[in-house]
């Protein structure tokens, strides 16, 4: 029999189906939502749970902190806009979840909620947290493709899943947040070719 769940714990907010689950998703929503409008310093469960339509006591039953509130909404955000892919390809794998990375950077929610989270982490250090766990555990998800692919064969061994999973990445938030380059699925095939090379042109 496995331990209670406790506090702050995704996995007893996450059951499908119900009114639970509703509730769940609408106050990640209004995180989010929050987050853009207003910035993280002013985000507070009491105006969450006005948005989200539901008492603050919820929230605070389901959630130890604001950061750990924010670190779900995000990351629920992201498995929904961008999804780890496994088509059997290395390629293949990394140029679907480039391009819905760049789907989701280039959209109005996506790249205000990216911009604000940036601005906001730099005089923050609670949003800067959040986004820490934010990522580590999205690189977690992303780098199965990585592991998948060493056990393939089409990378070596000793290939740093999270290292190559961020020189995919970055080159487009670059482009987003620094250079104000065009981004488009074009330009990631182009880091995806640089990372694969000899793998030949994907799919259009």
């Known amino acids: 029999m496995g331990a209670p769940a406790r506090r702050g714990d995704p996995q007893r907010r996450m059951r499908p189906g119900g009114r639970s689950a509703r509730v769940n998703e609408a106050v990640l929503a209004a995180v989010l939502d929050e987050i853009v409008e207003s910035g993280y310093s002013k985000l507070s469960f009491e105006r969450v749970a006005g ?6 006591a919820t ?7 604001k950061e750990e ?7 629920a955000r992201s498995a929904s806009a961008v999804p780890v892919p496994d088509t059997g390809s290395l390629r293949e794998d990394l140029r ?3 391009h819905a990375i760049v789907a989701h950077i280039s959209s109005p929610s996506g790249q205000a909620l990216l911009r604000t989270l940036v601005s906001d982490a730099g005089r ?4 800067a947290m959040a986004g820490r766990t934010f990522w580590s555990e999205r690189f977690a998800r992303a780098g199965a493709i990585v592991e998948r692919g060493v056990a393939r064969g089409e990378l ?6 999270a290292f190559f999973i961020e020189r995919l990445i970055s080159p487009l938030f670059l482009r987003l ?28």
């Open 69 to 75: 509130l924010v670190a779900e909404a995000l990351l």
């Open 177 to 204: 947040l620094v250079t104000a380059e065009p981004i488009d699925t074009a330009y990631a095939d182009r880091i995806v070719d640089a990372l694969c090379p000899g793998s030949g042109a994907g799919p259009d």
């Open 96 to 98: 679907r979840l480039a």
């Open 156 to 161: 070596p061994p000793d290939t740093d899943a």
């Open 124 to 127: 923050d250090p609670e949003i």
């Open 59 to 65: 929230l605070y039953r389901r959630w130890a902190n």
């Open 51 to 56: 948005r989200a339509g539901v008492h603050k």
